[in-house]
Structure formats: C-alpha cells, structure tokens
C-alpha cells in the first residue's frame, strides 16, 4: 500500500514522460521488414513491404543516366524519348536522373507488366500545370533518392488535363509506387496534392519537406511508410488513404483504404486531419508532432497505437475512429474537443451538420480499449469519449477534463470497465461517469463542493501517500483508480484544501452520470466532507 506515485499533468509530453516512462508497456513483435504481428480487419501487416521496397541500391553502371535540361535533355537509351520539355520513359529499368526543368515534366508509360526504378540525384523538375513526375502506366516505380542528394519537384498553377486522368499532385502515379533512399526530396504543390498514388503509396527511406493546397501525401488502397523524416505542411490531410465509394464497390474489410506506419519521424501541419483513413489508420512505431484543424488522426475504421510517441498539439479531437485501440506509446493529445473518441460524436466532420442524430444512443460497434502505453489528455470537451463501450485492462492515463459541467473526463454510453492500469482524471462533475460494476480493480469518483485547482493527494488510511497528481486545469470531480486502491479499505483525498473521506466497501465507488448523478446507496461507498452529508 506504500505507493508512491507523483504525476504533472502538462501541456508538454517531455514532463510527464519523465515521471511516467516507467509505466509504458507495449505489444507485438517485430517481423524482419520492421512491422508488428497486431493487426486488424483484413490487413496482413507482416506483408506490408516487400524487400525490393526495402533496397535502396542500385547498380549505377548498369542504369540509363538522363541529364535534364532547359536547352535540351540527354540520354542515349532507344527506351526514352524527349519532345519539348517532356522526358518520357517507356520501357522497364533503372533510370538516374540529375539536371533541373523550370518548366518540363518526367512521365512514365512503359507497359502495364514493367517495374521502373527511378533514381532521382540532384534532380530539380518544375511543371506549373501538372505532375512534375506522372507516373501514366507501369506495374510498379521505385522511386529512390540518392544518398546526398537534394532534389526538388513543384507546381505553381491549376492543373491542366493532359489525358484522361485526374492528374492533381506533384508526384502522380496510376500504379503502385515506393519511395526510398537515403537523399532528400522537397515538394512544393501550390495547387493540388505532394504525392498521390491510385493504388498502394509505400515510403521506406528518405527526407520530406512536403507543402501542399490539398494533402500532403495520398494513396488510394493504402499509405504505408517504414521509416523516413517527414516534414507535412497539407491545406487538407497530411496523410490520407481513402479508397472511395463512389464509383468503386465499399472496401467493407478494412482491406483497403488504410494507414500503416511502423516508423520515421514525422512533423505534420494540417487543414484538416493530421491522417485521415477511409478504414484503418495504425500506428506500430515511430516519432509525430501533428497540429490539425479537426482530427490529429481519423480512422473510419479502427485507430490504433501500438508504440512510438505521438503529440498532437492542436486539434479539435485527437484520435477518432469507430474504434480506438491503444496497447503501447507515448501519446499527448491538447484538444478543443474530446481527447480520444470512439464513432465521432461532436466532431466537425463525422456527422452531417457535425451532430449525431441521437446523441445518447448506444453505438454496439463502438469501442475504446486501452491495455498499455502512457497517454496525456487535455479536453476541453471529452476527454475520452466512447459512443459505445470503454475498457481499460493497463497503462497509464491522465486527463485534465472540461472546465465545464457540459462534458467530462471520461464519456461512454454503453459499459466500462477497468481491469488494470492506473487512471486519474479530473474534470466537470455534472457529466462525470466512473467506472462500472464490472470493474475488477478499485475505483472512485469523487465530487468536491467547490472548483479548485492545484494539486489532488490520496492517502490511505495510515497516511501514506497512494498518488499525488496535478491536473492543468480547474476541477471540481476527480476519478482515480489505481491497483493500490482494495475493497474494505479507508482513503483520505484532499483537494483545494477540501478532505473527503472514501470507504471502499466494494470496488466501484461512486458512479456519476448525467447531471452529475450520484452513485446510488451501497454501491460503492461513502463520501464525507461535503458540509458532513454523505454523496454516495
């Protein structure tokens, strides 16, 4: 019962990792192309990169060499041909390019069978109204930058058509397309998309700095990335998968249409979603700064986080999907609206006019199941909110809640239930909701007479401190469960100089609700402090 445990909630991930790293655990295990065996839906992920999207080498003897030119590009292959400004690649190989266009474009036709490799080593292409490189038909390109180089690809005006395709991106391809390297690659898209794959979009290697009007990168079937430094300024989506339905029969498995990302570094700056997926978006591993108009990350589907450490720093909710899987990670979320969020709700773009139809009913498909990882929540709505049900089996949660009484730290319209973990969030008391019966680890909510701030201590009955904690914001209901926290015990938790006595007569104490609704007599325990009225 000697625990001690001292916690700072804050707007900076770096000052709660410091005290809380100790508490992260993970899941899955890594497979040889870096990916974790936990997954959903359809998604095999211990299939996601094929080696050939792992090498970056090349054999520079063997390849064809193209020097690009404003007064005339060059190269000897019978497989390339150039009229005007445009280079035009039709046949399967390894391609160097170097030299610049200030107004040319790089385009691939070769047959629907054919693999193309193209190096790009200090290579500069501007083409203002369409693709810089169009990719029009290969089986798959290998895009890879050269080690040291720095290579630039741009638009500056509407697109204009060329065929029948929709070309809208800097990078355009109809087929499956990789990028890798070691080099650096900069994209500046006025209008438009950075890069844009009709199929499967994979980025294993390189350094990005991606400014885009509209998303920064986009793959039809899938976006999967292994590693890399990304740097995403979008005027809509950083990263977007969005498989469509329009015209294409619903990727109703969750085979299509996804994010899977199992490392880089990434620094995203979005309109709209920092990553947004027509079925899943998962996290595996790696390193993300995102500030986002709406969603830090969207997933139709499920949105889960396996490892890595995520800050979003600006968004209106943080992680959304129809369900919310977290088993690992470092995760900070500031939100102008719920923290996490399992089917939308409130959102600016999940439902028509950005409300659900009931607001109350219970979503059976909806979920929010947390079992690791290290997680940071300041709301100023929700600061978890499942429109179906919530469960809690590890990890460590802290929320600084609403400084309202309109939403609360924790939000679930069906069950929820805490197996193991430690949780502490503090909020408003007039939508505050505990934990529920099937609860096998203690937990109490606690209403206090009056708002305060600073700092909650909980002792137990010899007064031994169980856990200290600082919420960022005002309180008035606070709700900690800890595996120190057992039935039959007595616990003192002062708050703003308030003293309330807690009696664990079973492990739920106190249930909240709606309105601020009091648990009923006998299900949990009693309160005392409150002008000597018992709540509960």
Known sequence: MNCRKRVFFGTAVSIACIFLTAGC????????????????????????????DMDFTYEEDRAVKIELSDEGSCCDSGGVEMSDSAVTILKEGTYILSGSLKEGQIIVDAADTAKLQLVLDDAAVNCSTS????????????????????????????????????????????????????????????????????????????????????????????VRIAAGNFRLNAGKDGIQADYGTETEEASDDGSKGFIYISGGEFQITAGDDGMQASSLAQIADGKYRIGAVDDGIHADAEASVHRGELTI??????????????????????????????????????????????????????????????????????????????????????VSGPENDGNGALDYAGEAQITGGLVVAAGGSGMAQNFGEGSSQGTMLVNLSEWTEGTAVLTDSSGAEVISCTPEKRYNSILISTPQIQQGETYILTAGGQENTVEMAGLVYGSGGMGGGMGAPGRGGRQEGMEGKPMF
């Open 25 to 52: 655990t993970s899941s899955g295990k890594e497979t040889s192309a870096g990916n974790t065996e936990s997954g959903s839906g359809a998604v095999d992920i211990s299939e996601m990169f094929t080696s050939r």
């Open 131 to 222: 693709a810089a490189l169009y990719i029009r038909q290969a089986d798959k390109v290998f895009v890879t930058l050269a080690d040291g180089s720095e290579n630039h690809l741009s638009n500056q005006e509407d697109f204009i058509a060329i065929d029948d395709n929709n070309v809208d991106a800097v990078i355009f391809s109809k087929g499956d397309l990789t990028l890798n390297g070691t080099g650096s690659l900069s994209i500046s898209a006025a209008y438009g998309h950075g890069i844009v794959s009709k199929d499967d979009l994979a980025l294993t290697g390189g350094n990005y700095q991606i400014t885009a009007a509209s998303h920064a990168l986009s793959g039809k079937d899938s």
């Open 313 to 398: 720093s600006e968004c209106y909710e943080g992680i959304e999907g129809q369900t919310v899987a977290i088993t690992g990670g470092i995760i900070s979320i500031i939100s102008e609206d719920d923290g996490l969020n399992a089917a939308g709700g409130n959102d600016q773009s999940s439902f028509a006019g950005g409300q659900r139809e009931d607001p109350f009913a219970v979503d059976e498909d909806s979920e929010i199941r947390i079992s690791g990882g290290t997680i940071t929540i300041n709301a100023s709505g929700d600061g978890i909110d499942s429109n179906g049900n919530l469960y809690v089996s590890g990890g460590e949660i802290y």
